[in-house]
């Protein structure tokens, strides 16, 4: 009798009853259309269709993926279009960046002097900083932090040496070739670097910074430290340069040049497997055939549409500073290594994504409490009511008194196309605590306005934006004080001016 009961629950075609987990019908009804199987075997034209999706898949992947690698790269390419090539050269914005450079959510409001290292040519080189710099970055070719500068640094805003050794080498190559206590030293494990130097405004002006770089920065190959070469300044301020990554096709190539110029080891096999899979390999030529163009060609679009609904549509709640509140957490993710829970939740890859779309640079000191050091910020880019803002709109936001921040708190207004500075009459759209004379209300706080039109008698608190434009704010904190970290001092809300 259970022999007969057993045949009797058989599933057609086989000896026992298989569950309906593990079949696959004879057509399946996705996002990508009916596909047909025949008891189990896609036909020709479902695994057509299925491999298109995963190539288009790991296109998009790639995209979120290798994000800081892109931002990277733009940032190299632009530099090296604006003559910045040998190790003793520097961009210095001596009058402030304006919004004549494209330089994702840059500053009007500190002194930039930005230079790329060529580790692989130059070998171990030399960064020398002078004292009394503001917060300053290295970062690799994955925009992961090498070592910080200024307060936050080793020095502590001292000044100092710093020498950033090539992948492969170590410290202990160095022991007894080089005089002890002389250089702090930092791998790093790419061959490019980015070094940004940060300047404070001294008296409202730059000069005191401008001044302070071209003295006392070099940089130079350590087998020319007996005989370092001059420094080479080249100028940022007012010129029209790119360092944007692309949002299109050649966001993949920008992505191979990184890949293939750098050591293997310099990202994990997990990363460079997904590269492969979409024809970015190093040591191999990135040559997609016409149906894999056409696929990136897509994938490219949905990776730049995706970042962009990342940022805007944030979907982590914990990100936003506080309860009822717009302002999200400036270092999204509060990881400078894309750790969800710290690490229990591993690679927050849509923090990631969507930070190094927006932004450039990445360093614990941006998340770490360093009360009077550092930086802190704060993305301001949806009205009181969670809208993106409208250049065509005026609005309000009130800044309370006793702002908590040492050297200065400002605000500046970006372009929802380039994140870069919005382009407006106002070449610096922006407004420094320290440096702008701004009305001040009873209670000592400002009112900082937003729109086409100055409001009558409040020009002096106006930020220009562009009537059919969108924009979003940063709000920056240097030297941020323990109201800041508890909350106790709050910005208030960007508020539609009726």
Same mark, same amino acid.
């Given at each position: ?140 070719? /994955? *925009? ?5 500068? @200024?307060? =936050? ?7 100092? &040496?710093? !020498? ?110 997904? /590269? *492969? ?5 190093? @040591?191999? =030529? ?7 163009? &056409?696929? !990136? ?110 050297? /200065? ?90």
């Amino acid at each position: 009798m259970t022999g007969i009961a057993v045949a009797q629950d058989a599933t057609p075609g086989f000896n026992t009853k298989i569950p309906e987990s593990v079949l696959t019908p004879d057509t399946v009804d996705t996002r990508i259309g009916t596909l047909k199987f025949f008891d189990g075997i896609p036909d020709a034209e479902a695994a057509k269709a299925l491999f298109a999706n995963l190539d288009l898949n790991r296109g998009l992947q790639a995209i979120l993926n290798g994000m800081p690698a892109a931002n990277f790269e733009a940032g190299r390419r632009g530099h090296m279009a604006l003559g910045q090539k040998e190790a003793n050269q520097a961009i210095i914005f001596d009058g402030l960046m304006d919004s004549s450079s494209l330089f994702l959510t840059g500053n009007a409001g500190t002194v930039y002097l930005t230079s790329f290292l060529n580790l692989e040519r130059d070998g171990p080189t030399v960064v020398e900083i002078p004292g009394g710099t503001g917060p300053g970055i290295m970062i690799d070719s /994955f *925009s992961r932090n090498v070592v910080d500068m @200024g307060p =936050p640094g080793p020095h502590h805003g001292k000044g100092g &040496k710093f !020498l950033i050794l090539p992948p492969g080498y170590e410290k202990a190559d160095f022991d007894g070739l080089i005089p002890q206590g002389v250089y702090t030293i930092a791998e790093s494990r790419s061959y490019a670097v980015w070094v940004l130097l940060r300047g404070f405004l001294k008296d409202g002006k730059p000069d005191y910074s401008s001044e302070l770089f071209r003295k006392g920065v070099k940089i130079y190959p350590l087998s020319a430290a007996a005989n370092p070469p001059a420094m080479d300044f080249i100028k940022g301020t007012g010129t029209e340069f790119n360092t944007v990554h692309s949002a299109n096709y050649e966001f993949f190539e920008e992505l191979h040049a990184v890949i293939d110029r750098e050591p293997l080891e310099f990202l994990d096999p997990e990363l460079r497997g997904l /590269f *492969s899979t979409i024809g970015i390999q190093k @040591g191999e =030529p990135f040559a997609p055939d016409e149906r894999m163009k &056409k696929l !990136l060609t897509q994938a490219a679009k949905l990776g730049n549409a995706t970042t962009r609904a990342l940022f805007w549509y944030e979907r982590n709640q914990d990100e936003f500073l506080y309860k009822d509140s717009y302002w999200k957490r400036g270092m999204i993710g509060n990881s400078h290594e894309y750790l969800k829970d710290q690490g229990l939740g591993g690679r927050d890859i849509d923090a990631r994504a969507q930070y190094f779309y927006m932004a450039t640079f990445n360093s614990p000191a941006m998340v770490w409490k360093l009360i009077g050091k550092g930086s802190q910020y704060a993305w301001g880019y949806l009205d009181e009511n969670g809208d993106y803002l409208d250049g065509g709109k005026s609005y309000k936001l009130n800044l309370p008194g006793d702002a908590p921040a040492e050297k /200065f708190m400002s605000i500046v207004v970006y372009d929802s196309q380039t994140r870069s500075m919005l382009q407006t009459g106002q070449p610096y759209p922006n407004k420094n605590n320290k440096r702008d004379k701004m009305l001040i209300n009873d209670d000592g706080s400002i009112d900082i306005y937003f729109g086409p039109e100055a409001p009558e008698g409040k020009e002096a608190n106006w930020i220009q934006t562009v009537p059919n434009k969108g924009w979003f704010c940063l709000l920056r904190l240097y030297s941020p004080t323990e109201a800041w970290f508890d909350k106790t001092w709050r910005p208030g809300e960007i508020e539609i001016v009726e």
